[in-house]
């Protein structure tokens, strides 16, 4: 018995130097930094995701994970790749520290986590294959892949995997965009018009280049459960239609001619409210979710949410090819 009081006498001394050790010094219980990773250093992107991560003096500066080494990659057939990818990687590694390593294989024993950032969706099933073989979260930029067939293949290699990924679009996180989905004065939402900037690029399906961003606006409001896409299409813009399963419709509208602005505007059952111009619009609301994944392993996205976003817009060229006619996702989903 006395053997034992003095061992619970013991442990409990112990546990109160502990405390006191951790009280004065609470950087010793805190944990270390998730080591982060960037493929791709092709895309604005790249600096302001760094500068957030890595600059305690940055006002939006996010704790729990810092940007340490990151592979250039770069298109040279994209002009916004190949004119940028030197600039912003000599800028991340001169201002923030980070370190410029000659492969993704390198890059990969490096880090604990990726931001798959090339601005050219083509290299992304290449460049995905090896994060998922060394079992490391990632988090796949816009454009998510250049086809639908390789944005599957994304999904069955994480699932393959078992190691997770999302992707998405600043957009959905925006303030007023969050704020018209959670308005309760709508009474539900029974359709949505969104709007945003829609250049293309010819290496990608029209809308996967930037037209991306509203049609993840409206995914956002409208949820998924999308039959049929139609599109109208002009030099200066296009208008998509989707029809969902409900019998709600949704529609985008990319902008090429005229302001270029991001908005959205949704019908209830009981009124209706929109997200107009100027609309905030920041990256640091994303990485913050994308720090949380980074963490937990939880995706706040869904691969299939994803996987009807890129059929939506695969969709809207099919349509555009078409003269306009609908199409049914499922003439894209079920190729083999």
């Given at each position: 018995?006395?053997?034992?009081?003095?061992?619970?006498?013991?442990?409990a001394?112990?546990?109160?130097?502990?405390?006191?050790?951790?009280?004065?010094?609470?950087?010793?219980a805190?944990?270390?930094?998730?080591?982060?990773?960037?493929?791709?250093?092709?895309?604005?992107?790249?600096?302001?995701?760094?500068?957030?991560?890595?600059?305690?003096?940055?006002?939006?500066?996010?704790?729990?994970a810092r940007?340490?080494?990151?592979?250039?990659?770069?298109?040279?057939?994209?002009?916004?790749?190949?004119?940028?990818?030197?600039?912003?990687?000599?800028?991340?590694?001169?201002?923030?520290?980070?370190?410029?390593?000659?492969?993704?294989?390198?890059?990969?024993?490096?880090?604990?986590?990726?931001?798959?950032?090339?601005?050219?969706?083509?290299?992304?099933?290449?460049?995905?294959?090896?994060?998922?073989?060394?079992?490391?979260?990632?988090?796949?930029?816009?454009p998510?892949?250049?086809?639908?067939?390789?944005?599957?293949e994304?999904?069955?290699?994480?699932?393959?995997?078992?190691?997770?990924?999302?992707?998405?679009?600043?957009?959905?996180?925006?303030?007023?965009?969050?704020?018209?989905?959670?308005?309760?004065?709508?009474?539900?939402?029974?359709?949505?018009?969104?709007?945003?900037?829609?250049?293309?690029?010819?290496?990608?399906?029209?809308l996967?280049?930037?037209?991306?961003?509203?049609?993840?606006?409206?995914?956002?409001?409208?949820?998924?459960?999308?039959?049929?896409?139609?599109?109208?299409?002009?030099?200066?813009?296009?208008?998509?239609?989707?029809?969902?399963?409900?019998?709600?419709?949704?529609?985008?509208?990319?902008?090429?001619d005229?302001?270029q602005?991001?908005?959205?505007?949704?019908?209830g059952?009981?009124?209706?409210?929109?997200?107009?111009?100027?609309?905030?619009?920041?990256?640091?609301?994303?990485?913050?979710?994308?720090?949380?994944?980074?963490?937990?392993?939880?995706a706040?996205?869904?691969?299939?949410?994803?996987?009807?976003l890129?059929?939506?817009?695969?969709?809207?060229?099919?349509?555009?090819?078409?003269?306009?006619?609908?199409?049914?996702?499922?003439?894209?989903?079920?190729?083999?």
């Amino acid at each position: 018995m006395k053997l034992f009081t003095r061992l619970l006498t013991l442990a409990a001394s112990l546990l109160l130097v502990a405390h006191s050790f951790t009280a004065d010094h609470p950087q010793a219980a805190a944990q270390e930094p998730i080591k982060v990773g960037i493929i791709g250093t092709d895309t604005s992107h790249v600096p302001a995701f760094t500068k957030l991560l890595n600059d305690p003096k940055e006002p939006g500066y996010i704790p729990g994970a810092r940007v340490v080494a990151a592979f250039k990659g770069g298109s040279h057939d994209v002009e916004s790749s190949h004119t940028r990818v030197e600039r912003f990687a000599t800028e991340i590694r001169d201002k923030y520290g980070v370190e410029i390593v000659g492969s993704i294989e390198e890059l990969l024993t490096k880090v604990d986590a990726v931001l798959l950032e090339s601005v050219d969706g083509r290299p992304h099933l290449a460049q995905a294959r090896p994060v998922f073989k060394a079992k490391k979260r990632v988090f796949i930029d816009k454009p998510f892949a250049a086809s639908y067939a390789d944005a599957r293949e994304i999904v069955r290699l994480s699932r393959e995997s078992g190691t997770p990924f999302f992707s998405t679009s600043s957009l959905r996180y925006a303030a007023d965009v969050i704020a018209l989905k959670n308005n309760d004065k709508l009474g539900g939402i029974l359709g949505a018009m969104t709007f945003s900037p829609s250049p293309t690029e010819p290496h990608h399906p029209d809308l996967f280049w930037y037209g991306i961003h509203g049609v993840e606006t409206l995914y956002t409001l409208m949820g998924t459960g999308c039959e049929s896409v139609t599109r109208t299409n002009s030099a200066g813009g296009d208008v998509v239609t989707g029809k969902w399963k409900d019998g709600r419709l949704g529609t985008f509208r990319g902008i090429r001619d005229g302001k270029q602005d991001y908005g959205a505007v949704a019908f209830g059952a009981k009124g209706n409210a929109g997200a107009m111009p100027p609309m905030k619009v920041d990256y640091r609301p994303l990485l913050v979710e994308i720090v949380k994944f980074f963490q937990t392993g939880v995706a706040p996205v869904s691969p299939e949410e994803t996987l009807e976003l890129m059929a939506f817009m695969e969709a809207a060229d099919l349509s555009k090819a078409r003269g306009g006619a609908p199409v049914m996702l499922k003439e894209i989903t079920d190729k083999k």
